[in-house]
Structure formats: structure tokens, C-alpha cells
């Protein structure tokens, strides 16, 4: 089924695999609302003084000019005004967040399902234009950390929902590295944050060696940073690991307290799903607290499929801050994964169940009627265009993946054809209905 | 409700106006998929030289540049490589359909629900993003006429399931005025449509003068164009009117045969919302038969909800073509309306049905299984993220919208409260369900 893209990093689905797309876009959905997230879009395009408030983007922007504009283009680059299109959901929330604020009710809890562009080089798992679905909590000055934890939970239950490979949320605190690497003495936590990074790409000799050399670091201080990091446990047992390398610090204690509140809540409600993981840094990124990654088991290389964690000073607004915690599921990175490698599958390739057959030409009415009947119970159903041989739309509805073709004689008598078994029966419009199982498309994982 | 969007012609909605906007984009997908439409979103982007394929556009198109990109910017406008953002969904679709050929079963039946952009001055109704739904159907070298009246069928059906005003699909067809234009002598008739597309905006005298001015037509030419664009009737009459202004020529056959077709359907499936108007030209687009403009009765200034038609010539492969027939519906334009002018609402803000109050902070994990046993039965439920007094936990659910809090003492007797009455009575969380009408958000019309 894989395809190639017509412009490479811009992946299109044929209608089959866009079933697969749809049916995680409804699955995240139904779960995000059933824990009373309510949804919001952002428009596409923000200005790129909003891109770089937060300072350098380390992300490729694609900026917009007006092709019959003949002022030029060249004024995007110099111009904060200058329209760019988002490149995450986060950056625009906040700002819908600080425009909106008296017309939201806080703690707000909302979910955003959009495409975000990035100027990348493409390559396997990273598109130049994908969906992300994003869910978050954000408070009004202050946010209960039990957030945190919430976040978490909903989304394993999210990922849980999906004809996905098994998963696991690596997770971490920076309250909980900060604070170690200070007492340590090692001050440039996040020179320290970006070396670690690194870790799984160059290897802790790699890192010892930055640690040393671009930040100063005693062999001591990177053997220890680099112990803190090796660290890894799927309950709380981390916090006496970390306790065992002697450091002292309050930022460390209140991070292994609230790491520990997270792990220990998932151990109880998302068994197997979580892990503490102290290697996890999340980069450059604007996180404060909890810091997330998830990979799925078995595709490692495909890199986090769901990142996010605390924010305590993304928006603010004069004096009023609003500390969220959020969490963003790589929704095309995921899919096409899934339709690379056959993971899950539609059961039919259109979302008809019935096609409704002509006897003859002026029949197209009479079996419009029926369609309508048909319909009006929920069931799928097209008309045939033309009365061609039944053999002929037979034909025709096995080529579309239609199962039932329904056919009404010259006296009215209504039959209903199953063409994968060949089963026809006596069926009345008012009241036939096919299976459960035949009358929506169902996506299922495939093992 | 209706606030500025910070930026000029991006429309963004709060959740509460997000709830309207998501019940019409889940009805339209209801209907379109009832009527065995598959779903496919094409990219965002498109390559210039495709936006400009079929000759000049007359849309103001977004352009796309690299922020970080060194070569500048100025290279969009000149390179047909360049990537700019699509500016309706027609055309992207055409191109999906000639790359993807190989792999649709045809006629292909197709719904897309997408941003489109647009770089226009914006107005009232007439945004620079905005949401259009689109169905289609292709057909591999021919494609039956029989789908120029479904599709108009299924339009009206999707639009009458909206919590909107009444509407009236206004129909044309351009063979039949391309082929009186001919009868009558005036042999430009791309010419003579693009005057008659000004009828609404200038008025017949203006437009006489236009047609004898810049056509050449005589005087009595200029007329019988006019008298033909006066035509509107509610049934198939307009067939008589038309043969009473004495003109003869085969494509004006052929075109009043088939508009006749999509009248009379529609008067026995669709009454009162359909009307031939022999003014409709549809101007400069790739049209070549059924041409439809929709207009909200009582919000005719707003232009347009809904157009399209018939192209036969839209997309081709070497010496297949691809001819098609399809109406796009403006989501934004619809929903921007409705929402200014409160002609819908939401019946809850959120889509939380239950708030799960905390008797102290160490109940927070019991309330979190009484909401997961609410869940399972697909009631929305969120847990209070602090033990306040209930009095204040009551006031939260109330700000946010919620209409049940759930209470559970220290002897695990469960109660719940409906706030918007009072009520307050014994539930089991395994058995416990709000009323439909409570279940979910609803979105109904305002009378």
C-alpha cells in the first residue's frame, strides 16, 4: 500500500489507509472528551514575533508572502509581522490561552487536533507536514501538580485505545536533574539538560567527554550526572536509587516527590505503561517540571510518538502567569507506521454497506427510496448510476469492497445479496439491517 | 459571543463556539458517509505551477519560504517548484485523482474537509482561513449524468440537517447558456457569461451595455441574454419559458434536458429547496454543465454557501480524463454566521457530563475508579484536582458548565447532583446514566 508522496515530506493516504487515520483521529477524540477535554483549533499561521518570542526557534518555520504581492517576499525574514505558519500546537496555544483568557474557564482542559508544519529534511517518522494531537491543562496562576499526573494517565488510556504496538512512557522530572546537577556543583543545568540529550544518539562517553569540556565538569560531576541518568525503573524505586548517590538538594526533593507521585499512580492505573526514565530531557524545550517521551516497543528507531510534560512560564500575561501541563501524540508519525509495516486494518475500503442496484433506468427512483429507508437506520448506502447487468454492479460493488447489493424485482420484492458469501434473502427496506459488525467500517489491529 | 480575531480575516472560535462549529463538520461527515462518500484529505501545499495549471489565478495565493532558508525568498513567485498554500480543494483533489489513479475505483465518490486560505482583503463572510466540505465524484472517461443529481440530492440533504436558516440551491447549466448564446449569435460565450456573472452586483441595464460594448452585441442580442438570466422558476416551467424565447441550437437541447432532470428530482425529493435560475454563470471557473449557488434566505448578502458543478475537463492523465462533479460547502462562512447571529447553540460548554467531587485529597484515587466506571459507559467525567469545600467544588462544575457533581462519603455511599436543579439523590457508579438529552453536548437551532 505504501505509496510515495508526490512532494517528498507531505504524505498523502488513499481512502483506505485514510480510514486507518480516521479511526485513531475519532479514537483520541472520544477518549479525550470522555475526560471532559473540550476542543479548540488555532489557526494555521502565526506572526513570527509570536514564533520567536520564546527566543531561537530550533525548528525549520515555512513563512507565508502573498504570491500577486509586489512588494516582495524578502520582507518575511526582518518583519515580526510577517505571517509563518505553526510549527507545533503548543506556541499557539498559549497564545489563544493569554488572548482569551477572560472568556475561558481555568483550569482549562482542551485538545487540538491539527496538521504543524516544519521545513525538515523528511525522512523516516519525520514529515514535513503532520498531525499532531495535543491535549492540555492550564491554570490561572497556579495549577494543582495532580495535573500532571492526569495528563499522563489519559493519555496511556488514549494510546491503549489504538491498533498500536505495545507502548511505554519514559518519564522524568527537571526539578529532579536541576536540582542534582546543583548539588553536584555543576551550574549550567542546561548546558548539562543538552548534553544528556544526547545521550542515546552519541553514547555516555560521548557525554562525559561535552560534560568535561564545554561545561567544566570534574570526572566526578559527569560520572554522576551520567549515573542519574542510567537510572530507569518501572515503579518507585528509582527514589531510593537516586537517594543512593548522596546528593542533597530541595529542587531534587520536590522533583522525586512529584515524579514519584506520577510513577506510582501509573504503576496502579496504567500498568506497564510507564517507566521512570532519568536519561529523559526534552531538549532546548520550555518545560519546567514532569518531562515525557513514549516509544513504541519494538520501533524504537522511529523515535517519540508522544512528548510533552510541565510548563510553569510559557504564557503569561503582565503580571498573570498560566502554568499548563500537556502532552502531543505524533498522530501521522503513529499512522504511518501503522500503514508501513500492516499494523491495523479497515474492514471494507469504503464506508458504504449497501449498493442498491437498478433493475432498469427508470428505476433509479424507486431505488433511491429504498436507499433513503436504508440510510435513514444508519446504514451506508449507495444507488447504482447506470442498469448495467447485475453481474456488471455485482462486479461493481466487489470492486468498491461494498458487502450487500439489494435488488427489487418488477413486483416490488425486495432481495439483499451478500457478494462475499453469495448468500441472497428476502429482506424488507423498512426494517433489514446488516450485523454489527457490517454496518460501520472497523479498524483492528492486525497480529 | 463574537470577538476579534487578533489577527485580521483568522477566525478563531472559544470552545463553546468550537462545540457549534464541530457539530456541522460531524453532521455533514454523517450525511456524506450515509451517501457512501470516503474521506481523503489531500496536503495543505501544492506547487505552484499546479495552482496555476489552469491558467491565471484569480485567487490571492499564500506563497511558502523557508524562514531559515539563505537562498530568499523571492524565488516563489518566478518557480514552478515553489510551494504555496491551496486556495480550495478542487483542484488539490484533481491532482490527487490523476497521481492516485491507479489505485481509486471509479466513479470515486469523495468527501474533504479542510482549511483552504486565501489572501484576500477579508470581509463579512469572506475569511483568508477558512474551513470548506466538499463531495466529488470522479469518473474514469465518462461519467453518468445520473451524479449531477444525486449530488445536488445529497447538498440539500447535508444542509438540511444543519441548525440553520432555509436555503435554496440555485441551478443552472452552462451548455444550456453557452448554447442559447450561440443560437442567438454571440459566439464568445465565455465572454457573455462573465457579464451576465455581474447581473447581482450591477443590474440588467449596466450589463446590457457591457455585452453590446465589449462583445459587440446587438441590442437585441443584449436582450434575449437578459430575458434567458430572468428565468427562475421553482419546477420544470422554466423549460417552457425557455422554448417561448424561440432559439434553437443543440447544446441548449442538451443543456435544458439535463437541468430539467436535476429540477424534477428535486422537486419530488428535496421540495422547496431547489430553483432553476438561468442567471448562475459561476464566473471564470472550469465548469461545463450543472452550475449550483446556494444562498441562506434572509442572509442573501453574506454571497454563496454553497457552489460547484460539473467540470468535464478538470483533470487528465495523457488522453484519459477524469470528468467530475462536485459542490463545496463553506464551513466558516456557515458557522461564522451562526454564531454571530446566535442561530445555534450548545446546550453545555464542555463536554463533561460529571465533576467527581473530593472528599479530601486522599480520595482522589477512589473518585478517579467511580469516574472510569462512568467512562466505560461513555459519560464524559472529569475528578476535582482539589479537596475544597463542596460548596466551591459545586461552583467549579457551575462556571465550567458541568450540570452533575458526584459525591462520595467517608462510608462509600455514592449521591449524585444535578446543579441545575438541586437534586440530589443515592447512584451506583456502576449503573448510574444522565438522561440523553444529558449524555452528551447537543447543538440545536434557535428559533
Not at 512532494?7 to 480516521?22: A, I, K, N
Not at 516544519?118 to 525522512?123: A, L
Not at 491535549?135 to 488514549?158: K, Q, S, T, W
Request: proline share 4%.
Amino acid at each position: 500500500m505504501a505509496r510515495t508522496a508526490s512532494l517528498s515530506g507531505f504524505p498523502e493516504w488513499l481512502p483506505e489507509e485514510r480510514l486507518v487515520e480516521l479511526h485513531v483521529l475519532d479514537t483520541l477524540r472520544r477518549t479525550f472528551e470522555l475526560h471532559g477535554f473540550s476542543s479548540i483549533e488555532t489557526r494555521a499561521v502565526e506572526t513570527v514575533g509570536q514564533l520567536l518570542r520564546k527566543g531561537e526557534i530550533d525548528k525549520e518555520v515555512y513563512g507565508l508572502s502573498r504570491l500577486q504581492d509586489d512588494e516582495g517576499d524578502t520582507a518575511a525574514k526582518a518583519d515580526p509581522h510577517a505571517l509563518a505558519l505553526h510549527f507545533d500546537l503548543t506556541v499557539p496555544f498559549a497564545r489563544y490561552v493569554v488572548e482569551n483568557a477572560g472568556y475561558l474557564a481555568f483550569p482549562f482542559r482542551r485538545y487540538q487536533i491539527q496538521k504543524v508544519w516544519r521545513g525538515e529534511r523528511p525522512q523516516e517518522g519525520r514529515a514535513r507536514e503532520f498531525t499532531q494531537a495535543d491535549i492540555d491543562v492550564v491554570g490561572d496562576g497556579e495549577l494543582p501538580f495532580r495535573y500532571d499526573v492526569e495528563i499522563a494517565l489519559v493519555i496511556a488510556e488514549a494510546l491503549n485505545a489504538l491498533p498500536i504496538p505495545d507502548f511505554l512512557l519514559r518519564i522524568n522530572n527537571r526539578k529532579l536533574a536541576e536540582g542534582f546537577y546543583t548539588g553536584i556543583g555543576l551550574t549550567d543545568t542546561a548546558g548539562v539538560l543538552r548534553s544528556i540529550d544526547k545521550l542515546e544518539k552519541v553514547g555516555p562517553a560521548k557525554v562525559a567527554e561535552l560534560l568535561k569540556e564545554e561545561l567544566g565538569a570534574t570526572e566526578d560531576q559527569a560520572q554522576a550526572a551520567l549515573k542519574l541518568a542510567g537510572i530507569r525503573t518501572k515503579d518507585t524505586s528509582f527514589v531510593e536509587q537516586v537517594r543512593a548517590l548522596g546528593v542533597s538538594n530541595e529542587l531534587l526533593e520536590e522533583g522525586l516527590h512529584e515524579l514519584e507521585q506520577v510513577i506510582a499512580a501509573a504503576v496502579q492505573r496504567a500498568p506497564g505503561r510507564v517507566v521512570a526514565d532519568l536519561s529523559i530531557a526534552r531538549g532546548l524545550d520550555y518545560y519546567t517540571g514532569t518531562v515525557v517521551e513514549t516509544i513504541l516497543v519494538g520501533h524504537e528507531q522511529l523515535g517519540s510518538i508522544c512528548s510533552g510534560g510541565r510548563y510553569d512560564a510559557l504564557a503569561s500575561k503582565g503580571n498573570r502567569k498560566f502554568p499548563g501541563v500537556g502532552l502531543s501524540i505524533g498522530v501521522t508519525r503513529l499512522v504511518s507506521r501503522i500503514l508501513s509495516q500492516d499494523l491495523a486494518k479497515a474492514s471494507r475500503s469504503v464506508p458504504t454497506a449497501v449498493l442498491v442496484a437498478l433493475n432498469d433506468d427508470d428505476s433509479w427512483g424507486a431505488a433511491q427510496d429504498v436507499a433513503a429507508q436504508l440510510r435513514s437506520r444508519g446504514i451506508a448506502t449507495e444507488v447504482a448510476a447506470k442498469a448495467e447487468k447485475f453481474g456488471k454492479q455485482i462486479k461493481f460493488a466487489d470492486r468498491r469492497g461494498i458487502p450487500f447489493v439489494w435488488f427489487t424485482d418488477d413486483d416490488g420484492k425486495h432481495q439483499v445479496k451478500d457478494i462475499r458469501s453469495g448468500e441472497q434473502y428476502d429482506a424488507d427496506p423498512a426494517t433489514w439491517t446488516p450485523s454489527e459488525e457490517d454496518l460501520h467500517v472497523r479498524v483492528t489491529a492486525v497480529h
